[in-house]
C-alpha cells in the first residue's frame, strides 16, 4: 500500500516538468493522464501504485526495479493493470511471480494504491 499527497504532485509537475514526468512515468501513462481534467489526481495515484509494487516485492525503487520498470496501464474495461518491464519483470520471473493485482484510489488530496503479489 502507498499513498500520495496530489499537491506534492502538482508541485513536483509544475516545478521540474517534462523531466520530472519523463524520469518517473512512461510514455502511456503520462498520455492517459494529461488526457483528464486533473492530470496530478491520476499520476498521484499510478506514483503510488509503482511505490506499492516495489514494497510488495521487498525492494524499493532503485536497483532492482526502476520507475520506468513498473507500468500502470489501463484495461478497456477501465480497471489498472501492472506491466512490468526490465529488471523488475526479470525479478518477478526469477520470483515465480504470476500476477500482480493494482487497486488505484484518489481524493482531491491523496493518490493512493493497493498491490497484491501471487506467487514467489
Do not use: Q
Amino acid at each position: 500500500m502507498d499513498i500520495v499527497e496530489t499537491k506534492r504532485m502538482e508541485e513536483s509537475m509544475s516545478r521540474f516538468g517534462e523531466r520530472f514526468l519523463g524520469r518517473i512515468f512512461s510514455e502511456g501513462e503520462r498520455a492517459y493522464a494529461m488526457g483528464m481534467k486533473f492530470p496530478h489526481l491520476h499520476l498521484a495515484a499510478r506514483f503510488a501504485a509503482k511505490e506499492a509494487v516495489s514494497k510488495a516485492f521487498g525492494t524499493g525503487i532503485g536497483r532492482e526495479m526502476g520507475w520506468r520498470e513498473v507500468e500502470i496501464v489501463r484495461e478497456a474495461s477501465g480497471a489498472p493493470r501492472v506491466v512490468l518491464h526490465g529488471k523488475a519483470e526479470a525479478l518477478a520471473r526469477a520470483r515465480g511471480v504470476v500476477e500482480v493485482h493494482v487497486s488505484l484510489s484518489n481524493t482531491a488530496e491523496y493518490g493512493a494504491a493497493s498491490v497484491v503479489v501471487v506467487g514467489g
